[in-house]
């Protein structure tokens, strides 16, 4: 396999993904998340296209069991700003529709609602990210990603299409993000599922934080006590139930299905990336 490749959830240890393959088109993203966990990927921030990627991805899809499920994409974003003009991701889509999977597209970007008409046609959910639902702040933590309401707006479009769509609402920032997450909540009530989870550092992140909140990365240091796996630092158990227990709580007032990711808190959801509306 080239590019389709089985998905390896950094190993972590508290992964409960289902058995999934994961497909970047791109390589690298510019959206430059100061969180973001794909930054061990050298040359993180600078967007490449691969080579040779059409005919490779149609060898890949050929040799996959029938009604595998591909998550695209979790090391990158499927729908940089270069996406509107490149449409390497459209192109995908249009080869992918021709073979027996099951697609999870995991974005940030509302120019996913452009590919309706290719999605429409496929076995799909959509996932997008909201964090925070001020610019100010998303202009912080996420700089060139599109905004939040751009993106809850492509969520709504999507839904009304017919379209499962997921919530991810995560990372949930200590100190920075726990106070917008329910206003996030409240604006994408519409939604088919959430997954949530708080931010996991490791060292480079730490470091970017750093370089944005100052005072932030001081308090990160007493709080970040545990290590999991090898490289990622977390917060003790009870104090991420707190950060995570008010989007438990209006979930379920709501009647929204939700999950987390690498958090190890049971949860009642058929999965926890949402694929089960697949
Ligand atoms: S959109 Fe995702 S892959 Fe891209 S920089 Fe942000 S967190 Fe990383």
């Given at each position: ?28 993203c510019a959206h430059n998340c100061i969180y973001c966990y794909a930054t061990?990927?050298?040359?993180f921030h ?31 974003d ?30 940030k ?20 990210t909201?964090t ?6 998303a202009?912080k933590i996420e700089p060139n990603a ?25 990372p949930?920032i ?25 931010l ?5 992140i730490?470091?970017r934080?750093?370089?944005v ?66």
């Open positions: 396999m080239y590019y389709v490749k089985p998905f390896d959830p950094w190993k972590s240890p508290l992964c409960t993904c289902p058995p999934k393959y994961s497909f970047n088109p791109y390589t690298g061990y990927i050298p040359r600078r967007l490449r296209l691969k080579r040779d990627l059409f005919r490779k991805l149609k060898s890949d899809l050929r040799k996959l069991p029938p009604n595998s499920l591909i998550s695209m994409s979790n090391s990158s499927p729908y940089p700003q270069a996406e509107k003009s490149l449409e390497i991701t459209r192109r995908c889509l249009e080869i992918m529709r021709d073979y027996d999977i099951r697609l999870l597209i995991v974005t970007s509302d120019i996913v609602t452009r590919d309706i008409d290719l999605l429409s046609e496929m076995r799909c959910a959509v996932s997008i909201v925070c639902i001020s610019d100010c702040m202009s599109p905004k939040p309401k751009d993106r809850i707006d492509a969520l709504k479009k999507l839904k009304d299409a017919g379209i499962p769509v997921i919530l991810r609402l995560d949930v200590p100190f920075l993000t726990e106070s917008e997450a329910l206003k996030v909540l409240e604006a994408c009530d519409f939604v088919d599922h959430v997954v949530t989870s708080t996991k550092l490791r060292r480079d730490l470091a934080f750093e370089r909140f100052l005072e932030l990365a001081e308090r990160y240091r007493i709080i970040y006590t545990e290590r999991v796996g090898k490289s990622y630092y977390y917060m003790p158990r009870e104090l991420r139930f707190k950060l995570l227990k008010p989007i438990i709580e209006r979930c379920e007032e709501l009647g929204i299905s939700y999950a987390f990711c690498r958090e190890g808190f049971e949860f009642k959801a058929k999965s926890c990336d949402g694929s089960h509306l697949i």
